[in-house]
């Protein structure tokens, strides 16, 4: 099995709406990362989790909350979000964090904020 | 910031081959080269990557200049498939921060 799965595909949520996105993965990968991606650019690192510890937070924003309940999981939950936060979320795992590794990515969730 | 720079579009007709350059002047000894691709709406794909000696796989090979500055993806036979978003990214061996440049939009003409 090396696919990363996502849920939901599709979220809208309102301001003041509290919500959670899940990634799994099941190739025994002790890293994970959340991504946010805009339309028409790139994607850019929120988090990363190696061995269910947060790593990297790359000064997001508290209203999105990261947790790795066991090493297969990874949720961000969603509270008191802006419409500008409207954006693709992609979950991606690797094997660890040395850099010799590829990250797999999952399809994503397509988030709408109103 | 990104460490490399890419062209942003690029066109290629099916069958031939598609050659995406990048420069990545300010590599460091330890970094090694990524390449992924986004198919529109769809999650990056992992495609290959290298530290110093060229690389090749089912789906590509990359070509690292011997000054490791810049490097080359080949595609040996576009399809119309791989019209896609591709990304070089520049990566350290350690700690784990991808970041995405902007890419080559690669369009594959029938």
């Known amino acids: 099995d090396t696919e990363v799965t996502q849920t939901p595909k599709h979220l809208v949520m309102g301001m003041t709406n509290k919500k959670s996105l899940k990634c799994e993965q099941h190739?025994?990968?002790?890293?994970m990362y959340w991504y946010k991606q805009k339309a028409k650019k790139p994607p850019e690192l929120m988090f990363v989790?190696?061995?269910?510890?947060?790593?990297i937070n790359e000064s997001v924003p508290s209203r999105f909350s990261p947790e790795c309940p066991n090493s297969s999981l990874l949720n961000l939950h969603l509270h008191a979000l802006q419409p500008e936060d409207s954006a693709l979320y992609l979950c991606?795992?690797?094997?660890?964090?040395?850099?010799?590794?590829?990250?797999?990515f999952g399809p994503g969730t397509r988030l709408t904020v109103l | 910031d990104a460490k490399t720079t890419q062209p942003p579009s690029m066109d290629c007709a099916e069958g031939r081959a598609a050659n995406l350059p990048c420069n990545h002047s300010?590599?460091?000894?330890?970094?090694?080269v990524y390449w992924y691709r986004q198919i529109h709406s769809q999650g990056p794909q992992y495609i290959i990557h290298?530290?110093?000696n060229n690389e090749t796989n089912e789906m590509a090979s990359l070509i690292i200049t011997e000054d490791r500055k810049s490097s080359t993806l080949i595609l040996p036979h576009a399809t119309l498939r791989d019209t896609a978003v591709y990304y070089c990214?520049?990566?350290?061996?350690?700690?784990?921060?991808?970041?995405f440049g902007k890419g080559t939009r690669l369009h594959i003409l029938p």
């Open positions: 991606a795992s690797s094997q660890d964090i040395t850099g010799d590794n590829e990250q797999f």
């Open positions: 190739m025994g990968h002790r890293a």
């Open positions: 989790y190696s061995y269910e510890k947060l790593s």
């Open positions: 300010t590599i460091s000894g330890n970094e090694y």
């Open positions: 290298g530290l110093k």
């Open positions: 990214i520049v990566r350290v061996g350690w700690g784990d921060k991808i970041i």
